[in-house]
């Protein structure tokens, strides 16, 4: 079975060799190096990884990113590289479940963020492997949109979602919804038909978890 999760690790952590600490990222205001250290908080320090999504945890879990962010550049991507396998998010019975869909993502976020990039042919198995999650995603993203909206990644599935009201469709591969998605519209590529003010909304709308 390919471990996509696996594969998407070793690229992103060769591309931050590559590009160094003090590449930009997708992520506003982020270089490699913050995201190396969001992803080491993740899997290794779990006093501090509830503050990634609880707002009365983020200033601890920010600043103990910082302090790992402070570590020699080749340490800390080779931090990420080698995830614990106490983990709860990295061990090798979750792997792939928790970690497939947020290195695909933080590996398009340094690819992304690059001049001259164009998207990758992915794999079937990974576009596959990466439908469910998405599927998810759209449902907890986008469940108070103001609109019938139907997300379609065509040879893979589709989903309605939204509080109803005029039809918007969003298209793309499960990959360019997973951007989408995850709040990366503007290097998502995808096609959203409906009423322009609608679409303009959904185009710049603050999604993600």
Known sequence: MPRYARSEREALADLMLELGPDAPTVNEGWTTRDLAAHLVVRERRLDAAGGIVLPPLRGYAERVRRRIAARPWAELVGL???????????????????????????????????????????????????????????????????ADLLVQAPGHGELSVGRGGDRVRLVGSPGELALFLSGRQRVARVQVDGPAPLADRLRHARLGL
Do not use: M, Y
């Open 80 to 146: 990420v590289r080698r995830p614990p396998v106490w983990s709860p998010v990295s061990n090798p019975l979750v792997d792939e479940l928790a970690n497939t869909l947020e290195f695909f993502i933080h590996h398009e976020d340094v690819r992304r963020a690059g001049a001259g990039w164009q998207p990758r042919d992915l794999p079937a198995g990974l576009r596959g492997r990466l439908w469910k999650p998405v599927s998810l995603l759209a449902r907890t993203a986008l469940r108070r949109f103001p």
